[in-house]
């Protein structure tokens, strides 16, 4: 049976504070603090665990090797004699916003029956632009039966961020849909991440019928406003798109389009009156993991910095006292990954497939993830410093941790890709 899995990527042991994503307001007005590792790892796990009691599938994703002493060589450094900023970005625990890892197809959208997964170049930030060759190796792994095809990155120079540009939207998931790629062409200072040219492709290489596929163009302003992905500003799930007004640069256009590609679609705007861009971006109210509950109707899963922004909160409880899509809000605490710009659904790459499909060591039930907490809890470092980044007495304990998490698991296949 085909079913909606959210494969969250675990935080590694090398979760840090450089401030490396120009764009990313979180990050870079967090460069410098000390981050806590081993506090941000279980809050990811504690977020599964609130997926797992509302009833819903979950997979995970692992920590990379970190610092990539392999991107290092091919820059002809090696960590203890690097700048600091390559230093920086060779240890980078980015790996953990798995909606970057791929853009994922299920199998009803595409012309020959199989979901197709592209791993995303992440070309733009230098610090993620090296996570790709992992990632490709651990959904080869787990998604290595014949009703998957597993792709290789677009080609730079086209920038893609995978599904974080990327929205899906269909009757039920496994039904055919309407997917809607998000590209950006400018952002005031910041780049735009996402290129039109690769979002094409990947349409191409996933054998979408263009009748259910809609290139739509983020607004200059809200990239200029800190969204550096679309999924700071829009999410949907089912027949809902729920978005800010000022997501994309023609409104009224992707509306029509989308209306005539699905009918039935419901759009649930927040109008720029209730709730400014700035509120939107400085809560994460769109980074939500918005979920079909089994018993049907849908769930928002949001950050507490949602809760704390009174716009945003009044906004959500009149929508769940009314009659809206959204029928309950789940609060998670994922703060440490919130200090880099990453919400709950930065944490998670959605996978429409059957999980008997899907190699069980990538999915997890309470047991897994309190066997999975033990080793965060014994190996994950309590705090990185900033100045820790430069001293390479840092890496043999986050080796170890990273080696300790594939054993528990049995995936030490992984530990050199
Ligand atoms: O690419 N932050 C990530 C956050 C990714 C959020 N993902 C989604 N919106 N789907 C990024 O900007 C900061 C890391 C640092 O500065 O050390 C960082 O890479």
Redesign the pocket.
């Known amino acids: 049976m085909l079913t909606e899995i959210n494969f969250d990527g675990i935080i590694g042991p090398s979760h ?6 120009p ?2 307001l ?3 007005r ?2 410098g603090l000390t981050s806590h590792p081993r506090e941000a790892a279980l809050q990811g796990i504690a977020k599964m665990r609130a997926n797992l009691a509302l009833g819903l599938p979950q997979g995970i994703l692992l920590p990379h090797a970190r610092p990539d002493h392999r991107w290092l060589e091919s820059l002809a450094t090696r960590y203890a004699e690097a700048p600091p900023h390559l230093q ?1 970005q060779a240890l ?3 790996a953990m ?1 798995a ?2 890892a791929a853009t994922v197809s299920p199998a009803p959208d595409t012309a020959d029956g199989r979901c197709h997964l592209t791993v995303a170049n ?1 070309v733009t ?1 230098p ?2 632009s090296h996570e790709w060759p992992e990632t490709l190796a651990q959904l080869r792994l787990a998604f290595a039966g014949d009703s998957f095809r597993v792709h290789a990155p677009v080609p730079p120079p086209f920038g893609d ?5 990327h929205m899906r939207l269909a009757p039920a998931h496994d039904l055919p849909g309407v997917e809607v790629f998000v590209y950006g062409v400018s952002g005031g200072p910041f780049p735009a ?1 996402q290129h039109r040219e690769a979002s094409a492709a990947v349409a191409r290489r996933h054998r979408l019928d263009p009748a259910r596929t809609l290139f739509v163009q983020q607004s200059d302003a809200a990239i200029a406003a800190g969204a ?5 500003v829009a999410v949907a799930n089912g027949t809902v798109l729920f978005a800010h007004e000022q997501a994309f640069a023609d409104r009224e256009g992707f509306h029509d389009a989308l209306r005539a590609a699905m009918p039935q679609v419901e759009i649930v705007e927040v109008p720029a009156a209730r709730v400014s861009l700035e509120d939107a971006i400085a809560s994460y109210l769109f ?1 939500a993991q918005l979920v079909t509950l089994p018993a049907g109707g849908q769930a928002l899963v949001l950050p507490s910095e949602a809760r704390e922004t009174p716009s945003v909160w009044n906004w959500l409880e009149e929508h769940v006292a009314g009659n809206g899509p959204i029928r309950h809000l789940e609060v998670v605490d994922v703060r440490q ?1 919130m200090a ?4 709950p ?3 998670r790459l959605r996978v429409v497939a059957d999980p008997a499909t899907i190699d069980p060591r990538f999915l997890v039930d309470e047991a897994r993830l309190d066997a999975i907490s033990a080793v965060i809890a014994a190996h994950w470092p309590e705090a990185i410093p900033f100045d820790g980044i430069a001293d390479p007495a840092l890496l043999p304990a986050i080796a170890e941790a990273r080696r300790a998490l594939l054993d528990q698991l049995g995936l030490v296949e992984l530990i050199d890709r």
Request: charged share 10%.
């Open positions: 840090n504070y450089a401030g490396l994503s764009g990313n979180a990050a870079t967090n460069r920086a980078s625990a980015s916003w909606a970057n992440l930030m610090h993620r961020e995978g599904a974080a540009n991440r550096f992905h679309n999924d700071v980074n990954s880099n710009g990453g919400g659904a930065c944490l």
